[in-house]
């Protein structure tokens, strides 16, 4: 079964939830300021997965700003890495990076969908959005960091699939296309988050890699 630029296109634009309250935040508070240093940005973060809902865990915002600000000191270096970093053109290492902030992040107290919403907040470019009740249940995924991160080479896997023989500038095409159509950006790793909404196109994507051995494998062929 094939899945090409045509059919990401379309999962994109059958989405239906750009006009949510959600999504009205997501341009202010994790596209234009995500230059700045990731110590600056708690207090966006706190609002974002408070919105987002990813802080209904005991304790909620206090705790994870007690769980950020120890992960922020533990791994800033990494952190200031990572940022600005592309998904398509992340190297091995870079995931390893992922890996490493993703379980420290965890052993700091965040639950899953907590520190994947977290990590897309931090670097928008890079991470795609992860939760239990869309992503996890959608492609059948364990919590885990490795999981998480399993999921994040299978959007770098499909990005090379529906590129191969193009340039990147066909991705950066579809994202100003897509800009015009809902009257904001955002970056292929949400346009890719939305690929999981539809469990008819999302089954097609990972078809297409070979199965779900093969999409979510550590292999980046």
Known sequence: MSFELEQLREAAEKYTYHDAGTHGVWSRLVWEPRSLSPVARLDDAVEFLGKWKALRFKGGAVAFRRICANWLRNNLTDLRRLQGRVLYSLAPEGFQ?????????????????????????????????????????????????????????????????????????????????????????????????????????????????????????????
């Open 97 to 221: 990076t992922v890996l490493k902030i993703s379980s420290s992040f965890r052993d700091c107290g965040a639950p899953p969908t907590t520190f994947g919403k977290a990590l897309h907040f931090f670097f928008p470019e890079t991470v795609m959005l992860w939760d239990q009740a869309i992503v996890r249940n959608t492609y059948k995924l364990r919590s885990d960091p490795e999981s998480f991160v399993s999921y994040q080479r299978f959007g770098w896997k499909l990005l090379h699939h529906v590129t191969r023989n193009k340039t990147v500038n066909v991705l950066r095409q579809l994202e100003r296309d897509h800009a015009r159509t809902i009257g904001y950006f955002e970056p292929i790793t949400m346009i890719l988050d939305h690929l999981a909404f539809s469990p008819k196109m999302s089954a097609r994507a990972v078809a297409a890699l070979g199965g779900p051995s093969k999409a979510f494998s550590d292999e980046f062929s």
